[in-house]
């Protein structure tokens, strides 16, 4: 639970840090070489090494689920966190969609 909280903690201070950028629409002058590099990560984070981590995931779960060990809350968890790690692209394109509306 440590983890998802300074993750959640260093993904906000990143949003934030990012915000003026955004704000520009563009990215900042000498940004190119940081842009590709995230993008790389992005990709391999979301390819094989997330789908892998989530099959893992969701196996533990069945199998807690078939010796009847299940935490509920803990299930919730790793179907939520598959549901976010997925769909993060939506997610995003979705609140600049809305703030682009916004403004």
């Known amino acids: 639970m440590k983890l998802f909280q ?3 903690r260093a993904l906000a201070a990143m949003a934030a840090l990012a915000s ?4 520009q629409g ?4 000498g940004a190119g070489p ?3 590099a995230l993008g790389w990560m992005q990709g391999t984070l979301l390819g094989n090494v997330a ?17 009847g060990r299940l935490n509920w809350r803990f299930g919730a968890t790793v179907v939520l966190g598959c ?3 997925f769909g993060a692209g939506a997610i995003v394109s979705g609140i600049q969609t809305t703030t ?3 403004r």
């Open 6 to 8: 300074r993750t959640a």
């Open 26 to 29: 563009a990215d900042p002058q």
């Open 20 to 23: 003026p950028a955004l704000a």
């Open 100 to 102: 682009a509306v916004a």
């Open 51 to 67: 789908t892998a981590v989530a099959v893992m995931a969701v196996a533990a779960v069945g199998f807690l689920m078939l010796t």
């Open 83 to 85: 549901f976010i790690l």
């Open 34 to 36: 940081i842009v590709a």
